[in-house]
Nanobody, 125 residues
Framework: QLQLVESGGGLVQPGGSLRLSCASAKLNLNYYTIGWFRQAPGKEREGVSC????????YYADSVKGRFTISKDNAKNTVFLQMSSLKPEDTGIYYCAAVAVVAGLVMSQDEYDYWGQGTQVTVSS
């Protein structure tokens, strides 16, 4: 059974915006670092952003810095990825993942223990 569930993907035109959500009914996300990863067709999965559950520190890959914003809503036990100024190269399946918060800000996929099923983001005119 998946511990994390992503939602919010879809088809958007270049320059548009989407907000992805990562929620859990099992994990208290305050105790985890949550990372967003994406996999484009024919490419390896790559790290996009992460946020620590304890103090909300954030990290962004250079490719999304200034366009994407990661945040969390403790009351909803949900982490969001607000994506703006989307480009065709942002197309891919977006996954959220969780690792115990003691790990800090990490973007190594091997560090993460729990994964969602992914949500498709397509940026195309």
């Amino acid at each position: 059974q998946l511990q994390l569930v992503e939602s919010g993907g879809g088809l958007v035109q270049p320059g548009g915006s989407l907000r992805l959500s990562c929620a859990s009914a099992k994990l208290n996300l305050n105790y985890y670092t949550i990372g967003w990863f994406r996999q484009a067709p024919g490419k390896e999965r790559e790290g996009v952003s992460c946020i620590t559950g304890s103090d909300g520190r954030t990290y962004y890959a250079d490719s999304v810095k200034g366009r994407f914003t990661i945040s969390k809503d403790n009351a909803k036990n949900t982490v969001f990825l607000q994506m703006s100024s989307l480009k065709p190269e942002d197309t891919g399946i977006y996954y959220c993942a969780a690792v115990a918060v003691v790990a800090g800000l990490v973007m190594s996929q091997d560090e993460y223990d729990y994964w969602g099923q992914g949500t498709q983001v397509t940026v195309s005119s």
